[in-house]
Nanobody, 116 residues
Framework: QVQLQESGPGLVKPSQTLSLTCTTSGGSITTNYYYWNWIRQPPGKGLEWMGA???????YYSPSLKSRTSISRDTSKNQFTLQLSSVTPEDTAVYYCTRGVSYDYWGQGTQVTVSS
Protein backbone atom coordinates (compact mmCIF):
# COMPACT_ATOMS: atom_id res chain seq x y z
CA GLN A 1 0.00 0.00 0.00
CA VAL A 2 1.48 3.30 -1.10
CA GLN A 3 1.25 6.12 1.41
CA LEU A 4 2.23 9.76 1.12
CA GLN A 5 2.56 12.30 3.91
CA GLU A 6 3.19 16.01 3.56
CA SER A 7 5.14 17.92 6.19
CA GLY A 8 6.29 21.47 6.64
CA PRO A 9 5.45 24.74 8.34
CA GLY A 10 1.84 25.79 8.44
CA LEU A 11 2.62 29.50 8.44
CA VAL A 12 4.98 31.34 6.12
CA LYS A 13 5.63 35.07 5.94
CA PRO A 14 5.22 36.97 2.68
CA SER A 15 8.34 37.06 0.49
CA GLN A 16 9.76 33.97 2.18
CA THR A 17 10.21 30.52 0.66
CA LEU A 18 7.69 27.81 1.37
CA SER A 19 9.25 24.38 1.75
CA LEU A 20 7.26 21.15 2.01
CA THR A 21 8.37 17.54 2.05
CA CYS A 22 6.43 14.50 0.93
CA THR A 23 7.49 11.26 2.57
CA THR A 24 6.40 8.15 0.73
CA SER A 25 6.19 4.52 1.73
CA GLY A 26 5.10 1.31 0.11
CA GLY A 27 7.10 1.95 -3.03
CA SER A 28 10.19 3.69 -4.37
CA ILE A 29 10.02 7.11 -5.97
CA THR A 30 12.50 5.81 -8.55
CA THR A 31 10.20 3.04 -9.74
CA ASN A 32 9.51 3.20 -13.48
CA TYR A 33 7.46 5.10 -14.65
CA TYR A 34 5.86 7.04 -11.84
CA TYR A 35 5.64 10.79 -11.50
CA TRP A 36 5.30 12.48 -8.14
CA ASN A 37 3.26 15.64 -8.04
CA TRP A 38 2.58 18.68 -5.95
CA ILE A 39 -0.98 20.01 -6.17
CA ARG A 40 -2.61 22.77 -4.19
CA GLN A 41 -6.09 24.06 -3.52
CA PRO A 42 -6.57 27.67 -2.43
CA PRO A 43 -9.64 28.38 -0.30
CA GLY A 44 -12.77 28.40 -2.41
CA LYS A 45 -10.91 27.44 -5.56
CA GLY A 46 -10.12 24.32 -7.55
CA LEU A 47 -7.09 22.10 -7.59
CA GLU A 48 -3.95 23.46 -9.21
CA TRP A 49 -1.13 21.26 -10.43
CA MET A 50 2.17 22.87 -9.49
CA GLY A 51 4.76 20.46 -10.77
CA ALA A 52 6.20 16.98 -10.67
CA UNK A 53 9.38 14.99 -10.41
CA UNK A 54 9.68 11.84 -12.42
CA UNK A 55 11.14 8.47 -11.50
CA UNK A 56 14.19 9.54 -13.50
CA UNK A 57 14.61 12.76 -11.55
CA UNK A 58 13.38 14.99 -14.35
CA UNK A 59 11.22 17.86 -13.21
CA TYR A 60 8.19 19.54 -14.73
CA TYR A 61 6.52 22.75 -13.64
CA SER A 62 3.34 24.65 -14.23
CA PRO A 63 4.18 27.56 -16.53
CA SER A 64 2.44 29.98 -14.19
CA LEU A 65 4.61 28.93 -11.24
CA LYS A 66 7.80 27.85 -12.95
CA SER A 67 9.81 30.93 -12.03
CA ARG A 68 9.14 30.38 -8.31
CA THR A 69 9.00 26.59 -7.99
CA SER A 70 11.62 23.94 -7.43
CA ILE A 71 11.04 20.24 -6.83
CA SER A 72 13.81 17.94 -5.69
CA ARG A 73 14.12 14.51 -4.13
CA ASP A 74 16.07 12.43 -1.65
CA THR A 75 15.97 8.89 -2.94
CA SER A 76 17.64 7.52 0.19
CA LYS A 77 14.67 8.73 2.24
CA ASN A 78 12.04 8.20 -0.46
CA GLN A 79 11.08 11.85 -0.15
CA PHE A 80 10.47 14.68 -2.56
CA THR A 81 10.36 18.34 -1.71
CA LEU A 82 8.61 21.45 -2.95
CA GLN A 83 10.08 24.91 -2.64
CA LEU A 84 8.00 27.94 -3.62
CA SER A 85 9.78 31.25 -3.38
CA SER A 86 8.56 34.80 -2.89
CA VAL A 87 5.23 33.69 -1.49
CA THR A 88 2.25 36.02 -1.16
CA PRO A 89 -1.09 35.57 0.60
CA GLU A 90 -2.39 34.18 -2.72
CA ASP A 91 -0.22 31.13 -2.10
CA THR A 92 -2.33 30.23 0.92
CA ALA A 93 -3.72 26.80 0.18
CA VAL A 94 -3.91 23.16 1.14
CA TYR A 95 -0.91 21.49 -0.45
CA TYR A 96 -1.01 17.86 -1.53
CA CYS A 97 1.53 15.42 -2.84
CA THR A 98 0.24 12.74 -5.19
CA ARG A 99 1.46 9.91 -7.33
CA GLY A 100 1.19 9.37 -11.03
CA VAL A 101 -0.49 11.05 -13.93
CA SER A 102 -3.80 9.73 -12.65
CA TYR A 103 -3.16 10.82 -9.06
CA ASP A 104 -3.94 7.38 -7.72
CA TYR A 105 -2.49 8.08 -4.29
CA TRP A 106 -2.70 11.29 -2.27
CA GLY A 107 -1.31 12.60 0.93
CA GLN A 108 -3.79 13.96 3.45
CA GLY A 109 -2.81 17.51 2.57
CA THR A 110 -1.26 20.24 4.66
CA GLN A 111 -2.60 23.75 5.18
CA VAL A 112 -0.13 26.51 4.47
CA THR A 113 -1.05 30.08 5.31
CA VAL A 114 0.98 33.02 4.05
CA SER A 115 0.62 35.88 6.47
CA SER A 116 2.72 38.35 8.34
Amino acid sequence: QVQLQESGPGLVKPSQTLSLTCTTSGGSITTNYYYWNWIRQPPGKGLEWMGAIAYSGSTYYSPSLKSRTSISRDTSKNQFTLQLSSVTPEDTAVYYCTRGVSYDYWGQGTQVTVSS
